[in-house]
């Protein structure tokens, strides 16, 4: 049985900026991640996506449309990775619970393990999306 944890990307308005927040305490205490967290036994994934992203960011589905966007299981860590993404329909005002919380430039180079959690995967997330987009045609290429 794999323990199930989600991690949100959430864009500004504009498409330009995601939301991070810099990790307190491990795993990746110091360094910049989506936010995110377990998902409850009683809960859809989307439900858990949607619940963790209001406590985390004060961010509600009115706000935004969540995107189940791909989910990956580390076996011998027996966790299953669920990833969603969202754009706001217009600004919030954050609320933060445990970590601060910040806008990034989409162009920062999320590869760069010294500043963001999940080795590489942060990059990978934010790549898969904005090519989803353009071929959407939601976005330029």
């Known amino acids: 049985m794999y323990k ?3 991690v949100i990307a959430v ?9 991070m ?3 307190q305490k491990n795993p990746y205490k110091g ?12 809960e859809t994934a989307v439900e858990g996506a949607y ?27 027996g966790i299953e990775l669920q990833v969603f ?11 933060e619970e445990k970590n601060p919380l910040l806008w990034i430039d989409v162009t ?3 590869a760069d393990d010294t500043r963001f959690a ?9 790549d898969i999306i904005h090519e989803s987009q353009q071929r959407k045609g939601l976005i330029e290429q």
């Open 4 to 6: 199930e944890v989600n």
């Open 11 to 19: 864009f500004d308005k504009t498409g330009k900026s995601v939301l």
């Open 21 to 23: 927040c810099h990790r």
């Open 31 to 42: 360094l910049y991640n989506f936010v995110g967290g377990k998902k409850n036994e009683n």
């Open 51 to 77: 619940r963790e992203l209001f406590e985390e960011t004060g961010i509600s589905s009115d706000d935004l449309d969540l995107t189940y966007l791909f989910s990956t299981r580390y076996h011998l860590d």
């Open 85 to 95: 993404y969202g754009k706001l329909d217009h600004d919030v005002t954050l609320i």
């Open 108 to 110: 920062e180079n999320f």
């Open 118 to 126: 999940g080795q590489g995967n942060i990059k990978h997330i934010i």
